[in-house]
């Protein structure tokens, strides 16, 4: 089945196949709620409790079709994850780990909308809660999945890179091992003024 993969403005697009066979996840990681604070759109990512809803799959199984030159990324810190978004709507698309040969990407809730389709309804329900110990609010969410989860990402990044699949990935040049765009690394002083937003 073909998922619809949509910026808000509608500048960027593409699909998504597979999703299927995706994990969802809620991740409740300060990064993940800081990424949503520097995109300053907090309330429309993250729920109640700061979590972000994330489907991760294969690269391979995306495609833009429009304005793949509105994405851009961000690296919280040196050593982050690479955190895409659409540059035209503050839209976040997902996060890839920082090179083509670990074929992941966590496709952000807000950039599956566009279809009627509800996404347990393409995807299924929630697997896994992460990082719950950062979670906000005083009826902190329940951790589970973690370890399958984990588990899951790493069959499908050993078949991807086993059978080559891994070289077909969006968000990546052809061939090389750079992101399409540079990220922007925040800085010391930038990365805390997040954190006090938390
Ligand atoms: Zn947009
Ligand atoms: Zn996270």
Request: hydrophobic share 35%; glycine share 8%; net charge neutral.
């Amino acid at each position: 089945m073909i998922h619809p993969i949509q910026c808000e403005c509608g500048c960027v697009q593409g699909t998504a196949v597979a999703l299927n066979q995706a994990t969802r996840i809620t991740c409740f990681c300060k990064d993940c709620q800081a990424f949503a604070h520097f995109l300053g759109n907090s309330n429309a990512i993250l729920d109640d409790n700061g979590g972000t809803d994330i489907v991760q799959t294969s690269p391979k199984n995306i495609t833009f079709s429009q304005g793949p030159e509105n994405l851009a990324c961000v690296r919280l810190t040196e050593k982050g994850m690479i955190r895409w978004y659409a540059s035209c709507c503050k839209t976040p698309i997902g996060n890839t780990l920082p090179s083509r040969n670990f074929s992941f990407i966590g496709l952000i809730h807000n950039c599956l909308n566009p279809s009627d389709i509800p996404l347990h309804k393409v995807v299924g329900e929630t697997c896994a809660q992460v990082n719950t110990g950062s979670a906000k609010g005083d009826s902190k969410p329940k951790s589970f999945g973690t370890l399958p989860t984990i588990g899951r990402n790493i069959l499908r990044m050993l078949k991807d890179r086993i059978n080559g699949s891994y070289q077909q990935n969006p968000f990546f040049l052809p061939g090389v091992d750079e992101p399409i765009a540079v990220p922007k690394i925040l800085d010391e002083a930038e990365y805390e003024s997040l954190e006090s937003l938390l």
